[in-house]
């Protein structure tokens, strides 16, 4: 098993814990506490640092699709979720229920959203982009503001729109 290592991004979101190896990115995720020892950033592996770049070019709205290779462990159907979700377009959203009949069981909306609530891969697995059925912004591990900020962020960079909600 390859050595995982790990960074901190200072985001326009508050600070992103980015963990992986020099082959895949397994975490990117919020983290509400300021790091006392963010690591030696001459270590990383180049994949780190590529993710790094990747998301401050996102974050400047430069970069619409990440590509990276992603591994985190999960379930057959954890990873069916995240797959779907990988293909929701910038600056798009679409409904749990929609999220569920992708998946082939429109009754099967709690179970994507706990799946969708278990990526460890955020804004990069854009998890952000669901939304409830009623169009209202429900659940997001990293907060509600961060959502709504994640959502802004693209609508205004794909559409031109100042505010979506």
């Known amino acids: ?22 082959e895949y990115i397994s975490e990117v995720s919020f ?3 300021t790091q006392k020892n963010e690591g030696n ?9 590529q993710c790094i770049e ?5 974050f400047h709205g430069e970069r619409r699709i990440f590509e990276l290779p992603i591994n985190q462990p999960g379930t057959a159907f954890q990873k069916e979720v995240w797959n779907e979700l990988a293909i929701i377009p910038y600056g798009r959203t679409i409904s749990y229920m929609e999220l569920a009949i992708r998946t082939g069981d429109s009754k099967a909306t709690r ?20 939304i409830g ?12 503001w961060r959502k709504k900020w994640l959502l802004e962020l693209e609508m205004k ?3 031109g729109v100042q505010t979506l909600f």
């Open 1 to 22: 098993m390859a050595e995982t290592f790990t960074t901190y991004y200072h985001s326009p979101v508050g600070l992103l814990k980015i963990a992986g190896t020099p």
């Open 31 to 33: 983290h509400d506490v």
């Open 41 to 49: 950033k001459k270590h990383l592996p180049p994949m780190l640092i």
């Open 54 to 58: 990747q998301l401050i070019h996102y």
């Open 111 to 130: 179970a994507v959203a706990n799946a969708n609530g278990k990526n460890n891969v955020a804004i990069i697995i854009p998890c952000h982009r669901v």
């Open 133 to 144: 059925s009623n169009g209202e912004l429900t659940g997001y591990a990293g907060g509600l």
């Open 157 to 159: 960079v794909a559409h």
